[in-house]
Structure formats: C-alpha cells, structure tokens
C-alpha cells in the first residue's frame, strides 16, 4: 500500500463544505474562459436551422414551434418567447442554460467527498469534454447532459449513506431526465439504455428497503413519462397531414442517407426504371433536392424503399476498423479514452469495478450498433464516453486504498491529456474559431450588402450556405433574407410558405427563368443540377457565378423577368 507522503497527499480527503457553491464558480469559470478565449459556435447546421425555424427569420417566413428534431414543447416555449421578445437569441440561450445546469448537477455530485487525485481528474474533465460542450454547442449534446445529470444524481443517492433520496434529488433527476429526452429523445435514450444495466446492478445489490422502491417508482415513472411525451409528440405532428407527411417522407429519405441502404448500380436499376427514375434523379434525390412532387412523390419513393430490406452495412472486422478509425480521427474522442484510464485507479471494490465493465460493454456494444447501420456520425460518441468517465469519478465516494502501478497509471494518463489539450486541441480550436469569425464577418457583410436584390430568395442547397452564426447572435440589426432550404427543410411547410409569397409553382423551371432567384451550392451540385435540368427540361442551362458581400452564389445565364418585379 502507499506510505509516501506525496501519494498520501493525492489520496488525503478533502471535504469540500459546501459542493454546490464550488460547482457553480468552477462552470462559471469555465464558461468564461471558453467564451473569452475559443468564442462559441454551434457544432452542426442543424442547430442554426431551428433557431431560424423557432423565430421566424430567413428560413421561416414566421415564428414556428415545428423544430422536427426536437420535442414540440421546446418549439412552442421558444416560439412563445421569441414572439414576445424578439431580440434576444432564445435558442442559444436555452442551449446554454441546459448545458450550465448539467454541468453543476455533475460537478456538485463529483466533488463530494472529493481527494487531491479526485479533484485533479475532474479538472481533466472540465478542460476535455466540458470544454467541447461548451465550445461547440449543439442540442444533441444538450440531451445527453441532461440525462447523464439526472442519473447521476440518482447513482450518488443511491450509493450514498443515507437511508432514503431526499424529494429534491428525486423530482430534480426526474426533470432532467425527461429534459433531455424533450431536447432530443434519440440522444437522451442511448443515454438511458447505458444506465438500465449498472441501476439494475445496484439494484440488486441494496438491501430492501426504501431506496429499492424509490428505484423502481423512478423506472416506471420515466417509462411513463417518456412514453406520453413521445406519442404527445407524434399525435401533434399527425393532427397536420402537411407535418405528417413530411415526417414519414423523411424517414424514408433516411433511408437513402443516414443508412444508406438504397443503392443504384447496374442489379437494382429496375427498381428505379420502374418508376421513372435516371441515375441523375437518384443522386439529386440523394442530395437533398427532391423538390419535384411528381417525380419524387411519396408512393415512389416509399416503392423504391420496399425493394431494398434492411442489410448490414459493415461486417466485423469493418466495424472494428472504422472504430479504430473514429477513435484515432479525433482529438476529444482519445483525450476521453484517457481520462477513462486515469480514473480507474480510484474505482475499486468488485461491485464497483463491475458496473465499470458493464457499463464499457454496454457502450461498445452501442457504438457497434451505430456502426452496424450505417450510422458513422463522430458526435454521438463523446457524450457516451464522457458519461464511463463520471460514473467512475461518481462510485468514488469513499476513500479508495490505491497501490503504486495505478497511481503511475493515472498520473501518466493525466499528463498525456493535459499535453494533448494544450499541444493540439486548444491550439486548433483557437484557429478554428478565428477562422468560424472570418465567416461569421462574411455573412454578415452579405446580409447586409447594399447590391443584394432585397426581394431576392436564395436556394441554400446542403451545406454550401456559410451558416456561421453564433449561438448569442440576434438578427434583430439585419435586414431580411429568405432562405429556401435545400436539405431538412425540403418539401417542408416552411418550403411551401416560400413558394406561395414568392409564387414560385416550379422550383427547377424557375431556376431557369428567374433573375431573382440565387443559389448557394458546391460545383459538383450545380453540374449535378444542369443534368437534371437537360433529361427534364431539356434545357442546356449554364450558372454564373456571383459574387455578394464576399460570398459566391450561383445564378441561371439565361435573363429573363422576374414575375415580382412585374408585380
């Protein structure tokens, strides 16, 4: 056992009087820092996206609760608020506050009973995974936040001393919880079928008594509130036959990219001839521009669907190579797998180290799931690991007897990520931020550029528009911009509200008449577009490149009077 005094001091308790007051200075703390020194910004297009749809601006003609990736009851208190305050950015505040909460949640729970190496592995993991949540804002990590607070709030009650979990804690987990899975319910369930197996092994082992019966009431009340959420949600969305449609034509166009399970090659073009498709039909179907409602209609699309059964994406050894692959691509996902091995050396005793284990399997199993559908999305993986990290750090709530090998280990691990964060991922993410500011002045320039045709609509076709808004941003100084979206928001209603003010009947024929339509798109979709307009329009149409505020659009060469100019 350790008798020097340096490791006597690492492992020497240090009872932190009041937890909850630390917490908060040390997420405020971080929160400044991040701001102050690596900005924030959005993680994915699809947060942007909903903050336009919740106000009404750019790619909404009017404030709309339908966010489509998260709970109705988020849309509409954000639309609530927007409406009655529309200059303040309501939806990078939520996502701010939602992350701040969890944060202090985990933090207040962690530093209880909390040792120098304790605290030192904490730090690490404000500095790594707290720091990314905070820097690169997104709802899905706002989700797993939630949920992971919510139940290790519970975990700690549980293992604790006391009898019985106080009210608070219970109503407090039991909200957070259910936050999570309003903020996105994906996100906060995986999160949710990582917990089941270890609340089932401390389940089992507690005595009987009144924190089993606590256990189970929370099971069975998350079941049931989960589960009036989610069919409050689908009947909301079905009370709309425009919604409705929508939802299920999206799951079918998921079907073409998330899982990639629709192929065009020389065995499967029978399917597609069947229904009057070219290969030219299927790749601008599968890049987001399925605007024809003949052509791409629903009973086609569900037809072609029918004739590809699920498969597997990916053998074993592919799954294992493209996790070696993630892991080995990204900074965070290495610096997590670090901090993992550092707080090892604090979690002892069999019971312990076996809610660990479960709790690893339970997540490798997961990710290979993902990987098995086709699901190769970098993001969803971080939350996951970053939860292993805080449930070691939350079982540590005694004073661990630790040999020299582990705190060799831990120690070293610490090092290796402190060097990680400050050689590699802070620098990048300096540089990166610098340059996500360059845009952001780009495209407030183009917003604001006094050559723009103010009654013009631009197409914003995948990811080629510069979407470099911050969270805090209001667009309360910029003039109007309407957006129509080519990507989530395809034959939405936010489309088809475009369509009527600015009576567009045909998008692909008004693209080659109209002087007041511009288009944001990559070189290869604007080839990609001139096939699709020469096999249906037999037009042999050339796009002309433009430059606004310091930003390229695309535009038709062929002049032609703009129908709202004749108005």
């Known amino acids: 056992m350790i008798k020097d005094s340096f490791t006597k001091k690492l492992l020497e308790k240090r009872q932190i009087h009041n937890p909850s007051l630390v917490g908060f200075f040390l997420v405020l703390l971080l929160f400044i820092l991040v701001y102050l020194f690596f900005g924030s910004r959005y993680n994915v297009n699809d947060d942007i996206a909903m903050s336009l749809w919740a106000q009404g601006r750019w790619?909404?003609?009017?404030?709309?609760?339908?966010l489509i990736f998260s709970h109705y009851f988020i849309g509409y208190t954000l639309k609530f608020f927007y409406e009655h305050f529309p200059s303040l950015p309501w939806y990078g505040l939520y996502l701010y506050v939602t992350v701040v909460v969890s944060y202090f949640i985990i933090l207040r729970v962690l530093l209880f009973d909390a040792n120098v190496l304790k605290f030192a592995l904490i730090l690490a993991l404000m500095g790594s995974s707290f720091f990314l949540f905070l820097a690169q804002v997104t709802f899905t990590f706002s989700a797993g936040l939630l949920t992971q607070a919510g139940i290790i709030l519970l975990i700690h009650e549980l293992v604790g001393p006391k009898k019985s979990i106080p009210l608070a804690s219970y109503i407090c987990a039991s909200c957070l919880v259910l936050s999570g899975f309003l903020v996105r319910g994906e996100a906060s369930l995986s999160i949710i079928f990582l917990a089941l197996p270890i609340l089932c092994i401390i389940a089992w082992n507690m005595p009987e008594g009144a924190k089993l019966k606590i256990l189970a009431a929370f099971s069975i009340q998350t079941i049931i509130l989960i589960a009036a959420a989610a069919l409050l949600d689908t009947w909301y969305y079905k009370s709309n036959a425009n919604w409705a449609s929508f939802a299920k034509y999206k799951w079918l166009v998921s079907q073409f990219n998330d899982f990639d399970r629709v192929h065009y090659n020389a065995?499967?073009?029978?399917?597609?001839?069947?229904?009057?498709?070219?290969?030219?039909?299927?790749?601008?179907?599968?890049?987001?521009?399925?605007?024809?409602?003949?052509?791409?209609?629903?009973?086609?699309?569900?037809?072609?669907?029918?004739?590809?059964?699920?498969?597997?994406?990916?053998?074993i050894g592919s799954l294992i190579s493209e996790l070696a692959r993630c892991l080995s691509s990204d900074h965070f996902l290495q610096c997590a797998l670090l901090l993992f091995f550092a707080t090892q050396a604090l979690v002892r005793g069999r019971k312990n180290l076996f809610v660990i284990s479960v709790l690893s399997g339970s997540i490798l199993i997961q990710?290979?799931?993902?990987?098995?559908?086709?699901?190769?999305?970098?993001?969803?993986?971080?939350?996951?690991l970053s939860f292993l990290s805080i449930t070691a750090l939350c079982l540590t709530t005694r004073q661990p007897q630790i040999t020299k090998?582990?705190?060799?280990?831990?120690?070293?691990?610490?090092?290796?990520?402190?060097?990680?964060?400050?050689?590699?991922?802070?620098?990048?993410?300096?540089?990166?931020?610098?340059?996500?500011?360059?845009?952001?002045?780009?495209?407030?320039?183009?917003?604001?550029?006094?050559?723009?045709?103010?009654?013009?609509?631009?197409?914003?076709?995948?990811?080629?528009?510069?979407?470099?808004?911050?969270?805090?941003?209001s667009l309360d100084p910029y003039p109007p911009l309407a957006i129509y979206g080519i990507g989530a928001t395809t034959r939405?209603?936010?489309?088809?509200?475009?369509?009527?003010?600015?009576?567009?009947?045909?998008i692909y024929r008004d693209l080659i008449k109209r002087r007041d339509i511009f288009i944001f798109a990559a070189a290869g979709e604007i080839d990609l577009l001139s096939r699709y307009l020469r096999e249906h329009y037999h037009e042999d149409v050339s796009f002309e490149r433009k430059d606004i505020g310091g930003l390229t659009v695309f535009q038709s060469a062929m002049p032609t009077r703009s129908p709202l100019s004749e108005k």
């Open 59 to 66: 790619l909404a003609p009017t404030p709309d609760p339908h």
């Open 405 to 473: 090998p582990r705190i060799a280990i831990s120690l070293t691990c610490l090092l290796v990520l402190f060097g990680c964060l400050a050689g590699l991922i802070y620098p990048q993410e300096i540089e990166r931020s610098r340059s996500y500011t360059e845009w952001n002045s780009k495209l407030k320039t183009f917003v604001q550029d006094s050559t723009r045709p103010r009654s013009a609509i631009f197409l914003a076709w995948g990811t080629a528009f510069p979407w470099f808004l911050r969270p805090l941003d």
């Open 367 to 384: 990710f290979g799931c993902l990987l098995y559908v086709g699901r190769f999305i970098d993001r969803v993986y971080l939350p996951q």
């Open 267 to 315: 065995a499967t073009k029978w399917v597609f001839d069947r229904v009057g498709w070219s290969q030219t039909d299927f790749e601008i179907f599968r890049s987001a521009f399925y605007s024809n409602p003949g052509l791409f209609s629903l009973e086609k699309v569900s037809a072609i669907v029918k004739e590809f059964p699920f498969a597997p994406s990916a053998s």
């Open 492 to 506: 939405s209603v936010y489309n088809e509200r475009w369509s009527q003010i600015f009576r567009i009947e045909d």
